[in-house]
């Protein structure tokens, strides 16, 4: 199955097999240590390490419930009136659907699915790059669109890869995307990555966003026993990403196409300065916001760790 679709999800498995998301659990981490396939949250995918990249149909199967929370918590960041970027991938999509209700928002993007998100949002405009069409995921890519980004300036992109460290940053499979992506950063002022879980401390071929340019990180919460996951997040965090977690104590973030209201984010402040995004106007910068919570939230990180 995982060879005829390029990836299946445990539930499927399940299904088609006639048995537990327990036994079949089990005999996915069996498979993988043999190295006939890669493990990823809720499911399974072909092996490929740095250079496997799954299609879009694969990609809209894995993780839905915490893109999902991702996009909402992510929304709360998105003011009337701004100007943003918002790059491809399926998290974003889930974004855009969610941005449709902000007044006067204008949203640049290379890719057809946010676009086609945002395309009857009538308090939004959408202007989309040029560019070479890139079937797997729906994006524009290549030099067309590289050019079409340049003297652009934003507050904010809105980005999701493949694998984010904090030793790399944000990463992709495919050298056209990161290239892309590249040039979305640097019209930006600020850079906000959409990641669920599955994807911390997962490294992939081409860097698109250095660490030290990240300003924030919106995932979810990963389970209790993802050391992987908790221990990058703590890494991320002392290299200064402010971290917004989906779900959990205080952060429970509840569906729906609107905007959700902004006490539910929970944010994990951190101390000094951020650097300035390369090519960012000179009265634009991104800067971490130190509250008086930042000793518990430290703990709430430290505690994912642990866990």
Same mark, same amino acid.
């Given at each position: 199955?995982?060879?005829?679709?390029?990836?299946?999800?445990?539930?499927?498995?399940?299904?088609?097999?006639?048995?537990?998301?327990? @036994?079949?659990?089990?005999?996915?981490?069996?498979?993988?240590?043999?190295?006939?396939?890669?493990?990823?949250?809720?499911?399974?995918?072909?092996?490929?390490?740095?250079?496997?990249?799954?299609?879009?149909?694969?990609?809209?199967?894995?993780?839905?419930?915490?893109?999902?929370?991702?996009?909402?918590?992510?929304?709360?960041?998105?003011?009337?009136?701004?100007?943003?970027?918002?790059?491809?991938?399926?998290?974003?999509?889930?974004?855009?659907?969610?941005?449709?209700?902000?007044?006067?928002?204008t949203v640049v993007t290379n890719s057809l699915l946010v676009a086609q998100a945002l395309a009857h949002a009538n308090r939004v405009e959408v202007v989309m790059t040029g560019g070479t069409l890139r079937g797997s995921n729906y994006a524009l890519v290549g030099s067309g669109a590289e050019?079409?980004?340049?003297?652009?300036?934003?507050?904010?992109?809105?980005?999701?890869?493949?694998?984010?460290?904090?030793?790399?940053?944000?990463?992709?499979?495919?050298?056209?995307?990161?290239?892309?992506?590249?040039?979305?950063?640097?019209?930006?002022?600020?850079?906000?990555?959409?990641?669920?879980?599955?994807?911390?401390?997962?490294? @992939?071929?081409?860097?698109?966003?250095?660490?030290?340019?990240?300003?924030?990180?919106?995932?979810?919460?990963?389970?209790?026993?993802?050391?992987?996951?908790? @221990?990058?997040?703590?890494?991320?965090?002392?290299?200064?990403?402010?971290?917004?977690?989906?779900?959990?104590?205080?952060?429970?973030?509840?569906?729906?196409?609107?905007?959700?209201?902004?006490?539910?984010?929970?944010?994990?402040?951190?101390?000094?300065?951020?650097?300035?995004?390369?090519?960012?106007?000179?009265?634009?910068?991104?800067?971490?916001?130190?509250?008086?919570?930042?000793?518990?939230?430290?703990?709430?990180?430290?505690?994912?760790?642990?866990?």
């Open positions: 199955m995982v060879r005829a679709n390029g990836a299946v999800s445990l539930r499927e498995l399940a299904r088609v097999v006639q048995t537990s998301e327990v @036994t079949v659990r089990r005999d996915v981490r069996a498979l993988e240590a043999e190295g006939l396939l890669d493990r990823r949250h809720g499911g399974a995918v072909l092996p490929g390490g740095f250079t496997r990249e799954s299609g879009f149909p694969q990609k809209s199967h894995l993780a839905t419930a915490e893109k999902t929370a991702i996009a909402d918590l992510a929304a709360n960041f998105v003011e009337e009136g701004e100007a943003i970027v918002v790059g491809a991938g399926t998290t974003t999509q889930e974004l855009a659907r969610r941005l449709a209700r902000v007044p006067g928002l050019q079409s980004l340049q003297g652009l300036r934003v507050s904010r992109a809105f980005l999701s890869g493949s694998g984010l460290t904090a030793e790399r940053g944000l990463s992709t499979s495919n050298m056209l995307s990161a290239s892309v992506d590249r040039a979305l950063v640097q019209a930006a002022a600020e850079v906000v990555v959409l990641a669920d879980h599955s994807k911390l401390g997962t490294d @992939t071929m081409f860097q698109t966003v250095p660490t030290d340019v990240i300003t924030r990180l919106v995932t979810d919460e990963p389970p209790a026993h993802d050391d992987r996951a908790a @221990t990058e997040l703590q890494a991320l965090a002392d290299q200064g990403v402010q971290i917004s977690v989906a779900g959990g104590p205080g952060g429970s973030v509840t569906g729906g196409e609107g905007v959700p209201a902004r006490q539910q984010r929970r944010d994990v402040p951190l101390p000094g300065p951020r650097r300035q995004v390369p090519g960012a106007g000179s009265g634009l910068r991104t800067t971490a916001v130190v509250s008086d919570n930042s000793g518990t939230e430290r703990a709430r990180v430290a505690d994912l760790r642990r866990r």
